[in-house]
């Protein structure tokens, strides 16, 4: 088995919220200088920077994991991971149908682009990728482990957008391959606070919107190897894989 | 006033819990954040909301609500109804939106 560092919760440009800096080249290097093995890229509704981010991490030895955070109907952020290219275009195809379509006030929510490897605007979406889609909690989940990705709810235990903020409690069919609490308690506080997450292998992330924050939170993945499987393996808690604390 | 009294006067629909209608209110409460009604919706009060995930009936269960009104013609899907039959939860519908349907309840509610 080996250990890798990961990050799997980082925003590009492309989410509103998301600072200018944030362009794939600058987040992967950033992610090297800080030592990162795994990176996810997960803007708001989008995967537009997947490919990029992972090409241009592969040259930095970083295994960059496709993926996006998606808002549902009751607005709980989401986390959900991809391995394959075909995969992520028909998650995105599969994102375009469910949006409610809102143009997006860059002044008041900031801007959503698209960049090529120089940095230079290839596509800007213009509704805003703030709310939340048509699908349930249920149905995100369903269309994403339909497609063989992973469905992680995002930092369940935070005030915003967080499944217990939204939902009150875990719901009982909820089908979860692993649970993302907030960056800022510990595993054993989160399991005090609501005893139906020990079920879980509860991971931490950064959630950095601006290149200073990407790795300030993360886990140690102990896997064979930096594919798909064993991260899901990793997250399932499976023949072995688990998931540290930093 | 009674369940079955404000769907009268206020031409909601039922979509579970009909024969549950003759339960005195105490009060309403609106909020779409499930958590804040946990903490601080109570007993007897009709919850307003849009929120239609299954998780809405059993806290309206755990808090021992009246009923709870979805707004702006949302229904429950077929799981939802079912889990509300089986914790014994009524469930009303409108076609108006919170603010309408909160301030026709509020003046039903508070008139002598």
């Known amino acids: ?28 290097e950033k992610a090297a200088e800080k030592g990162l093995d795994i990176i996810a890229v997960t803007d708001h ?23 996006a955070e998606i808002n549902t109907r009751e607005e709980v952020h989401c986390l959900t991971f991809f391995d394959t290219d075909e995969q ?43 709310p939340g889609l048509k699908w349930s909690i249920g149905e995100a989940a369903e269309v ?5 990705g992973l469905f992680v709810p995002a930092h369940v235990d935070r005030a915003g957008n967080g499944l217990f903020s939204q939902l009150g409690i ?77 | 006033m009674t369940t079955e009294e404000i769907v009268r006067e206020l031409e909601l629909k039922i979509f579970t819990g009909g024969e549950l209608a003759s339960r005195e209110l105490s009060g309403g409460y609106v909020s779409d954040l499930l958590s804040d009604v946990m903490g601080h919706a ?9 929120q239609s995930h299954a998780n809405v009936v059993a806290i309206a269960s755990l808090k021992e609500l009246a009923a709870i009104l979805l707004v702006k013609g949302i229904e429950p899907d077929g799981a939802v109804v079912e889990k509300a039959r089986e914790e014994g939860v009524t469930i009303l519908g409108t076609n108006e939106d919170t603010y309408t349907i909160t301030g026709k309840l509020f003046l039903l509610l508070n008139k002598e």
């Open chain 1, 1 to 28: 088995m080996n250990t890798y560092v990961a990050d799997l919760h980082i925003h590009t440009v492309l989410s509103p919220c998301g600072d200018l800096e944030m362009s794939p080249g600058n987040i992967v």
């Open chain 1, 45 to 67: 509704n989008h995967c537009g920077h997947a490919r990029l981010s992972r090409e241009l991490g592969a040259g930095l030895g970083i295994w960059v994991v496709y993926g």
């Open chain 1, 88 to 130: 992520l275009s028909i998650f995105q195809q599969e994102l375009e149908r469910n949006y409610v379509k809102i143009p997006n006030d860059t002044s008041l929510f900031g801007h959503q682009i698209i960049v090529d490897e120089q940095e230079q605007i290839v596509e800007e979406i213009k509704h805003s990728l703030y």
């Open chain 1, 144 to 148: 994403v482990h339909k497609l063989g």
């Open chain 1, 170 to 246: 875990l719901p009982e069919d909820l089908e979860a391959d692993a649970v993302e609490i907030w960056r800022r308690t510990t595993r054993e506080a989160a399991k005090n606070e609501y005893p139906e997450l020990k079920q879980y292998t509860l991971i931490q992330n950064s959630d950095a919107h601006f290149l200073e924050d990407i790795g300030r939170s993360g886990n140690r993945y102990t896997m064979k190897a930096r594919n798909f499987n064993e991260l899901r393996m990793a997250l399932r808690g499976e023949k072995g894989r688990t998931v540290l604390e930093l």
């Open chain 2, 42 to 50: 109570k007993e007897g009060e009709v919850w307003i909301t849009l």
